[in-house]
């Protein structure tokens, strides 16, 4: 959505589009974040570590619905740290 033509220059079309794809990175960094602390509590708490990984992606699955459902809403809901990044971006 950032490089097509009929959306590229559209300022609420972009916020959204770098939210979502900032939103993407700091999952990544969870992720990475998350097995390292696998890695090193894998003992006799891997039960809790491993509801604890999937308490994490269910709650991000769940932001991200939420967020496509405002977008589709033509409704502008900023993320706390990383909207306000993307607002800056779209201009």
Do not use: C
Request: charged share 10%; net charge positive.
């Amino acid at each position: 959505m950032l490089v097509s033509e009929p959306y590229k220059n559209d300022k609420f079309v972009r916020f959204h589009a770098l939210q979502s794809i900032f939103l993407s990175g700091v999952y990544v960094v969870v992720i990475i974040a998350w097995s390292i602390f696998t890695g090193i509590l894998f003992g006799a708490l891997w039960q809790f570590v491993y509801l604890g990984w999937w308490l994490v992606r269910v709650a991000f699955f769940a932001l991200w619905l939420f967020l496509m459902y405002k977008a589709y809403n033509n409704e502008r809901f900023e993320l706390p740290i990383i909207g306000p990044m993307a607002a800056k971006q779209a201009g």
